[in-house]
T-cell receptor
């Protein structure tokens, strides 16, 4: 699986948009970009995923550059409850081979939302 | 729907002792995962089951770790004997499937709260 690079930490004011970047310059054509987050003392939680088009759901938006070498997760109106570690993961899309689409977590970005 | 259940939530043992963790996945989920998360790091996959068969245990330290998933539902992860470096949170996750046309749609992993193991 391709590796990702994320800043170790970021701050954001409550009510403002949080933009979390991720570099994945070695991503392959059959790999999706996934985002998970982990709130303190909880297991990771799925946020969103995409291949090459921008995606939006009730939690966040995902912007993927045209060359697919980087992406940005956007939390449009951050709240204190969004304080967490955010993981950007690239993941094989097919179920064949030995990877079986497993999630390979890096160290993620610690997002702190301030009042 | 009920989430992934794990027990115990916390466990403290001395090195060389044995310990077991239990996981009950979401009903109907065919795939079950065990992850190890050392403090300050992201989770690392130890083993993945599809129903009751192992599909990936490449990162499981098989000299001391073992896991089983009887009847394709609940699972247990055992460490025997434990070492200091096994201190970590052990996370269980489940997903509906890892094959088929709806693989991506149904492959979101749902995580349990984890078991925090401290080895003294």
């Amino acid at each position: 699986d391709a590796k990702t690079t994320q800043p170790p930490s970021m701050d954001c004011a409550e009510g403002r948009a949080a933009n979390l970047p991720c570099n994945h310059s070695t991503i392959s054509g059959n790999e999706y970009v996934y985002w998970y987050r982990q709130i303190h003392s909880q297991g990771p939680q799925y946020i969103i995923h995409g291949l090459k088009n921008n995606e939006t759901n009730e939690m966040a938006s995902l912007i993927i550059t045209e060359d697919r070498k980087s992406s940005t997760l956007i939390l449009p109106h951050a709240t204190l409850r969004d304080t967490a570690v955010y993981y950007c993961i690239v993941r094989v899309a097919s179920a064949g081979g030995t990877s079986y689409g497993k999630l390979t977590f890096g160290q993620g970005t610690i997002l702190t939302v301030h009042p | 729907e009920a989430g992934v259940a794990q027990s115990p939530r916390y466990k403290i043992i001395e090195k060389r002792q044995s310990v077991a963790f239990w996981c009950n996945p979401i009903s109907g989920h065919a795939t079950l995962y065990w992850y190890q998360q050392i403090l300050g790091q992201g989770p690392k996959l130890l083993i993945q089951f599809q129903n009751n068969g192992v599909v990936d245990d490449s990162q499981l330290p098989k000299d001391r770790f073992s896991a089983e998933r009887l009847k394709g539902v609940d699972s247990t992860l055992k460490i025997q004997p434990a070492k200091l470096e096994d201190s970590a949170v052990y996370l269980c996750a489940s997903s509906r499937r890892t094959s088929g046309r709806e693989w991506l749609v149904d492959n979101e992993q749902f995580f349990g709260p984890g078991t925090r193991l401290t080895v003294l």
